[in-house]
């Protein structure tokens, strides 16, 4: 791999093979993600089918006691996704000590292609989940880390790179729930998951076809002992300011991860989805917000360029994330304002899309700016796994998501959304204490390895 190759759009080649790939198994996870809690609710968790799930009454007695239907939907879907961004740790763990980043990702590829074959059957439905969960830990936190090894240390692109990396993933949430949403709603839920699992497998076919454009592992060679890894005075207290920030970012992205869980089952019972006599699938809402999101990962990278050129300066990682997290508030406030004034009518789709248009305007300023941060302040032989400590953040957002979403059923709605109201001004007062106390600590990059 030439590090200087400029012919992707003015980045290396493998940014290309990189983000292509990631798309493909983002598309997988989230034709899972958007049918997920619609499947349970509407289907799987219903008297008829549950018992046919291997397992479940087991961990039904064990762990979520007391629970059924939609509170029971919400805590094992926040279980799923939260696993699905604790396991990086573990994968980047896999990559930097033993296998490397190409083999441990492609095992994880594999895994995963499994896993979404295995939802076609409702008996393998945990054990679906377990291979999504072990295959996303091997693959995730790996191809983003490769993504920032494309650069040397101070190349400016590698946060644009990010936002390209971004806009692949984006590109599959839109296609996702209308293809594999629809397949789902509309045909069968087990057309839904096989199409995720073809997909999976494209990716890994590319990724294999991809590896000269791709980063060389930093790992020793076989057959040679492994350096014990050495971290500078310097990288202490830069390790210790990305852990702190970690749970500011879960508290942070609450209200935007809360779109696939009990947001889906409010739009699937109150939203007005008819139009001349039709109905559309409810997993389209993930497409307008995909949408949303693609075009404001675009116009804000295209707004801090301009911002840049003409003014000879531009907000840091910190100050975006502040930015990101207004928007994030006025989105929630959306939300509110919906509940608060439809009555028993079902609810128009103007502070629907209005919610999507401000959460993904925050969208833009938080979730791409804080994984370049973490790239770019990570030592160098430790990137991956950092990379997977970044996902903790996800973890404990969607672990509070399931528990908060099994509210849904109990509470007012208004009251509900405002819970996730607090969570985005919560994660604004933090970012901003953090960008006074700390934010000098994360000014420096590490170098090489």
Not at 45 to 52: Q, S, W
Not at 65 to 73: D, N, R, S, V
Not at 284 to 295: C, H, P, R
Not at 421 to 445: N, P
């Amino acid at each position: 791999m030439e590090r200087d190759d400029r012919a992707f759009l003015g980045h290396p080649k493998g940014l290309g093979y990189l983000s292509f790939v990631e798309g493909c198994e983002r598309f997988s996870y989230y034709s899972m993600q958007t049918l997920l809690v619609l499947y349970m609710v509407k289907y799987l968790l219903l008297p008829e089918n549950v018992g046919k799930v291997m397992g479940l009454s087991w961990l039904r007695g064990w762990h979520y006691a007391g629970l059924e239907g939609q509170p029971l939907a919400s805590a094992i879907f926040g279980d799923y996704t939260s696993l699905v961004y604790l396991t990086p740790i573990l994968g980047g763990i896999v990559a930097d000590r033993w296998l490397g980043r190409k083999a441990t990702l492609i095992a994880g590829a594999v895994v995963m292609s499994l896993g979404h074959f295995l939802m076609a059957f409702e008996g393998m439905f945990l054990f679906a989940l377990i291979s999504l969960v072990v295959g996303v830990g091997l693959f995730k936190g790996n191809i983003a880390s490769q993504v920032g090894e494309l650069y040397k240390p101070g190349d400016l692109r590698r946060a644009m790179a990010f936002q390209i990396f971004y806009i692949a993933i984006n590109v599959s949430v839109i296609a996702a729930p209308l293809i594999a949403g629809t397949l789902g709603e509309k045909v069968g839920w087990h057309y839904g998951f096989g199409t995720a699992g073809v997909v999976m497998v494209l990716g890994l076919i590319i990724y294999l076809r991809a590896g000269h454009w791709l980063p060389a592992d930093s790992r020793a060679p076989k057959g040679e002992k492994a350096q014990k890894i050495r971290l500078t005075r310097s990288d202490w207290p830069r390790l210790g300011a990305l852990a702190v920030l970690v749970p500011v970012l879960a508290i942070a992205m609450m209200s935007n991860q809360e779109i696939f869980n009990a947001y889906l089952v409010w739009a699937d019972d109150k939203f007005q989805l008819t139009f001349f006599g039709d109905t559309l699938p409810t997993s389209w809402m993930i497409t307008v917000d995909a949408t949303l999101s693609f075009s404001m990962l675009v116009a804000v990278a295209a707004f801090w360029k301009w911002y840049s050129t003409r003014t000879g300066r531009e907000p840091d990682e910190l100050g975006k994330m502040i930015i990101g997290s207004v928007f994030s508030i006025m989105g929630g406030m959306c939300l509110v304002i919906a509940a608060a004034t439809a009555g028993d009518a079902k609810i128009g789709l103007f502070w629907p899309v209005m919610f999507h248009l401000f959460n993904s305007i925050g969208f833009a300023h938080i979730m791409p700016v804080s994984l370049a941060l973490f790239t770019k302040v990570a030592p160098r032989a430790l990137n991956a796994t950092v990379v997977g400590i970044y996902y903790l953040a996800f973890f404990g957002a969607n672990k509070v998501v399931g528990e908060v979403g099994g509210w849904y059923s109990s509470m007012d709605t208004v009251s509900f959304w405002l819970i996730h109201v607090a969570s985005a001004a919560v994660g604004l007062i933090a970012f901003a204490a953090f960008k006074i106390a700390l934010g000098k600590t994360l000014a420096g990059e590490p170098g090489p390895a």
